[in-house]
Structures are given as C-alpha cells and as structure tokens.
C-alpha cells in the first residue's frame, strides 16, 4: 500500500514510530462525532447523552486491549500529557510520604522533562543507569530505593533503540515496597499484548496514534486506588482527574484503534517482525553499522542502527530523496540537535551518536519496499562516507570507534 | 438548519456555550490530515515538513483572529488545558518574585480549580466578589494588589451569565505595576472581535469548539517576553512550551475556524444578537424569571436566567422532550449538582440558583425556532410550578426571593 502521496515515485514510510496513518475504519467511525454527533458529553439532553455513550463505549475498548476495568483508563489528549500526568500527578499526591523519584536514563523527553520539573519543585530524582542493550535491572531500581522513594518510571520501549524492558520485574520490587509503579507505554501499547494485571504497574500511558489512531488522543491507566492529582484542572470529566470538554471524535477513534489493535495483534506482530528481521539482516552486512538496543528483545516493528562516519540527518536526507522516510531518533527530540541521551545511557560515543537511523514498520509496509530499501540504503552509505571527513581521518589512521 | 439527527420533531439546539457543531469548511480543511498528509510535523521529510507547514498556517490564522503575532500562539488540546497551562505556569514562572494571584469568582471552574492547586503549593489567592451583573472593578483589583501580587487572572465573560468583564481597564491596572495578566477568552473569542493589543493582556485562552472549530483544539496566547513554565513537558514542539505530538488535523481545523470567525463575525453577532434580544425579551414576560449577567454588556449569542420556584434540570429535560437544547449553567460544572459559584457571587441565593437557565445561540439557529420556544417554554414554566413544593408554599404566604 502507498500511503504517501506524491509524484508517483515508490513512498516507503518506516517511520511508523513518528506516528502512524489512520486506519480507515478508525477514521469511519470518527465521521458522524465530526458531523451531527457533536454534542457536549456533559449536556443531559440526547445528543449529549449520545456522545457520553460513545465516550463510555471507548473507555471499554481501550480497557479491554490492556486487560483493565473501564474505570480506570483517564483519557489524555497525547502520550505526552499522559506521562507528565502520570509523573506529576503521582509525586504530587504522594509528596507526604516522600520525595525521591526514580526513574531510567532512556525515559522520554516527556518523562525526562517532567522528572526535572519535579526537581526544581523539591523532589530528588535518580536516574537509573541502563546496560549496553539499554536494559534497566531490576535488582538496580531495589537498589536505588531509599525511605524517601514514592514514584518508579520506567519506559516499557524506548522508541529510539526498541529494547523492551522488565516492567513487569521492576513491578514486583515497586510493588513489595508499597511505591506507585508507572509505564511509559505509549511505544508497545496496541503493538505488543499489554495485560496491566500481569505486567503490575499502577499507571501506564497509551497514544493512539501508535496504533493507527488518531493524533490529539492518550490514555493514562490508573489502577483503582491509586491517587493522583489532575494536571489540568477544572470541570468534572474523566471523573474529575482530567478537565476539558472531551475530544469525542478522537477518543472514539482511539476506542476503535484498541478494538482492532487487539484482534488484530498476533498477525500486525508476524507482519512487522517479517520485515524488520530483513531490514535488520540486510543492513548489518554493510561494515561499520551497529544494531542498537537488543536483538530479540525489541518493538516487533523497530530496527534501530548506529552508522559510522555519517550524520543522521543526511542519510534521512538522501533516503528521503528516494522516497524512504525515516527517523534519526525519537521524532520529539529529532530536531533538537543535541546527542540523544538515550543513545549516550548505553554507551555509544557523541560522535557515533550523530549517525544514529530508525526504521519502524507498520501494516502498510510490504516486502518489494524492504527489498527497494536494501538496494539504496547501502549505496547512499557509500556516497556519504566518501564524503565524510570522519572517513577520512580514519582511513589517515586515527583511532574509531567500531562498535561493541 | 436542523443540526441534530432524530424523528422528525423539531431540534432546536441552543446550546453553542457547551460546544458548536464543526463548520462543513473546517471539516473539509481537517480532512487530509486524516487520511495522506499523516505525517509528524518534527519529521524532516516532505510529509511531515507539510504538516508543519499546516501547523504554522494555523497559528497565523489564530493570531490574526486576536491581532497578535504567530509566535505568540500555543496549541493546546482545550481551553480547559489552556487556562490550567496559564495560571500555573504563569504563577511557577514567577514565584521567585511573589506568592499571590489574583482571580475573580466569576472564574471557569479551570480557572478556580488551579487556583486551589496554587494555594496547595504555597501560593496565596484572592477571589475578588463581583457585582449583581457580575462585573468585576477594576478599582477592587487595584486595591487587592499587595506588593507580593505576581499574576491577576479574570475571565472575559462567563458562559453563565454572558457579562463581558473590563478586561482592558483591568489589564492596565496590572501593566502599571508589571504584574502578568491572563484572560479566559473561551466564551468570547472568535464570538466578539478580540485584540490583544487594545485588552492589553500577556496571556489570553481559547477553545475552537467555541467558533465552530474541532474539539481537542484550544490555543493560549502568550505575549512575546513573558515567561511560562510548561504545563505538559517533554519535546520542542510549540517552541518547547507544549510538548506532544501535534494534533494536526485539530489544529488545522482550528486556524480555518479561526480564519471564518474573523471573516464572518460582524455577520455572526448581529444574527445571533437578533435571536438573544427576542428570547430575552419574551423570557422576560413570563412572571417571576429573572435575566442573569448585565442585559446590553454580554455575548451577543447568550441569554442566561433563574427562573424561580423550579429546578433547571426539570425545565432542561421538559425543553428536551420538545426538541429544544439548553444548559442550566456551564456544562461543565452542570453534573456537578452543587449550586454554581458564579450564581452566588452575583448574589443569587442557593435556591433560586438552582432554577439557573442557559440559552446560547449560533448561525443555525432561526426566529422560527425562537418562536417555537417561547411558545413552548411559558407552558412548562406552569406545568412545572404546577408540581413545586416551593410554589405552593408561596402560595400558602412563606417568604421567597423575587430578584431585585
């Protein structure tokens, strides 16, 4: 399927972690809250009282694809907000009880910013160092804990290396420890089987356009029981925790993207897995290219590299000139400039840092397109070495780095 | 225009203050954001470069709207989030200098509802008492101010009572001490002609579902130079003031909805102005209603009462079964059964608030409508006074407030 539009050359999008298109039925079901559906969930009258329903109909949907009691699920306006929610929320409610905040160094910016706000505001903040997979240890986090300590957060997969994390084992130590557990799952949710029972975590952040939802639509998961304090203030939706009228539209396509993201699961995951174990395959034979986060253990729809000599952002470039659209790293971070922190946490050197590439997949994406990357990709490797400065030296015979 | 689905019966929806059905324009704007242009807007290749395109397109058609610069305009996903967004991160911002801020009563609930998180977090709040028309003296700002005062937040109209507040002599009472001024601008932007240069505020907030704009699109204007901290943290998007994958289609919809109110609200007003005059002076006629919010200085689409010896959630279901849509306050708080807020300050006693009304009118509305109401409303004034406890005690000579 070409889902880009354009000048007839082949599109291949693998940036699926930047976001993802909407699926067709999704955007179905979206049209009438656009058109005559567009009453005021919170209006007692029957067109409120529909898009209440609708709402309500949502919040099923989304529980369901992660195994939770509808009650629980706060809907956001993004992953974003759902994790400044959750951290926020969280340290604030418990901020009685104590003041230190753990959480890893391959975190979203989201989650990063948030834990820095928190320490301007008082709180102490660990950042849990990760191995070269970028894997954090669970016998690190029981480490780390201190009388103080209320609030873990770890990323369930980091969407710039893919590596999935030992949520459910952090949970556990969390758990014996009376500590409110959250996770950033806004890269697996919809992507991998998600059961917030088995995995034990307290809070848990979803977006829908990570699974063919719409933009402008979140989750966050909150266990029953479990305190927090609203970020946005004000009227009484979402019981109270999270105020502003509902983006009825978007939510109800967020339901929808759940409903399909979960029946449809196992065969998106053998879809995706397909390609990336090729992308993965083909791209390591080219030298002086590195596989980032682990092997097995990843997103089943993400192949992440570091390449020598080069920059990312000529070789998103000149893959983009061919009409394959990728990602240097997370796409919030991608124009920042700044080496990723995430690839620095696991010990890839600045310099190699610069030439860090993502590709993500997703139900679109065929075999003919993987085979059309494979070709190019190399050669524009090729191209761009030889004008690389860094090449140069290194032929000159200064010191590389090589990899690991 | 009939707006609402259903059998036939006459749908008359006067509730444009609790949310606007989309303008056909808008939603034929937003389509392709739906569909091919998905991209991320941080992504560099062409199709994300195009949504950032749309993006910025939008955000100079929201600042043309209010006569600012784009730069000045934030997305946000609601005027809730912007209002939350404002008073905290105008207050954290400056809290170094200050602890005081300064509201009215006649605040939205997400203003209130910050301000209460504010005096958790140390900050001190004055709620400053309006009149009987609900209007707020500036000379009463000028005398709350002490030399700990850092932000004054007053609403430039209320959506209960429709009063438009003297933002602009309030504004430089702030000025001429350099203490930061927000309005809640979601009742009246896109609905009265707004320029933040002659109100003289630093920070403005407003919803597009208010205009006939999406859900899920609302906007805080803040001036060039003054400071905010961010509400919801992580990326760079919005010039690192509101981290989240952007909710293009929304914000689209919202800068194409902005870009017909300012076309079309000369048109708008004196349509809606028209219909309002007609429901309050027939309203009026009918013995012991009572008009809320000044008569001449308020939202040209809003006609608010109290209707003694009844309840407005009977008079809401009553008109409902005939077709006709209405509020009993901000829908918002109208769940919420607690008396409003807004209702007390301007010195309505808890019972008669209770028979709280709200007619709110827009471009599909017609003088057959209108006269179709108020036809339709005396009848179940009786028939509801009819069934009162309190009307038969006012018969049998117990005290009862009759306005003033």
């Given at each position: 399927m070409n889902i880009i539009p354009g000048d007839g050359m082949r599109k291949c999008y693998f940036d699926y972690v930047a976001t993802n298109p909407l699926h067709p039925e999704v955007l179905n079901t979206m049209m009438p809250y656009f058109k005559e559906?567009?009453?005021?969930?919170?209006?007692?009258?029957e067109p409120g009282q529909r898009a209440k329903k609708a709402i309500e109909e949502a919040r099923e949907q989304v529980a369901s694809m992660i195994n939770?009691?509808?009650?629980t699920i706060i809907f956001t306006s993004s992953g974003a907000e759902a994790n400044s929610f959750a951290l926020k929320g969280m340290a604030i409610a418990k901020q009685n009880q104590g003041n230190h905040v753990i959480v890893s160094r391959v975190e979203h910016h989201s989650i990063l910013s948030s834990a820095r706000f928190l320490e301007k505001s008082g709180f102490v903040v660990t950042y849990l160092p990760v191995d070269k997979y970028g894997f954090v240890d669970p016998e690190a986090v029981k480490d780390s804990i201190?009388?103080?300590?209320?609030v873990i957060s770890i990323i369930h997969?980091?969407?710039?290396?893919g590596t999935i994390e030992p949520i459910k084992e952090i949970a556990i130590v969390a758990q014996e420890r009376n500590i409110t557990m959250h996770t950033d799952a806004v890269a697996t949710t919809g992507n991998i089987p998600i059961d917030v029972k088995d995995l034990g975590v307290d809070l848990l952040s979803m977006a829908a356009h990570q699974f063919y939802g719409p933009k402008g639509a979140g989750a966050l998961y909150v266990k029953r029981g479990v305190r927090i304090v609203p970020l946005?203030?004000?009227?009484?939706?979402?019981g109270g925790r999270r105020a502003g009228t509902e983006n009825v539209p978007a939510i109800v396509g967020m339901g929808k993207a759940a409903e399909i993201a979960k029946s449809g699961m196992s065969r998106r995951i053998e879809h995706c897995k397909k390609l990336r174990d090729k992308i993965i395959e083909g791209v390591l034979k080219i030298p002086n290219v590195h596989l980032t986060g682990h092997h097995g253990n990843r997103l089943p729809h993400h192949a992440s590299f570091v390449v020598e000599f080069i920059e990312g952002e000529a070789m998103l470039l000149m893959l983009s000139m061919k009409g394959i659209y990728s990602a240097s790293g997370s796409a919030c971070t991608?124009?920042?400039?700044?080496?990723?922190p995430v690839l620095l946490s696991i010990g890839i050197p600045t310099a190699l840092a610069q030439g860090s590439i993502v590709f993500s997949l997703g139900m679109s994406n065929t075999e003919e397109e993987v085979d059309y990357f494979l070709e190019e990709f190399p050669r524009i490797i090729n191209r761009l070495r030889e004008m690389s400065p860094f090449m140069k030296k290194k032929e000159g015979g200064s010191k590389c780095y090589t990899g690991g």
């Open positions: 559906e567009f009453g005021n969930p919170l209006s007692i009258y939770a009691r509808p009650s201190t009388k103080e300590t209320i997969a980091s969407s710039e290396i946005i203030c004000g009227g009484i939706q979402e991608s124009k920042a400039l700044k080496s990723s």
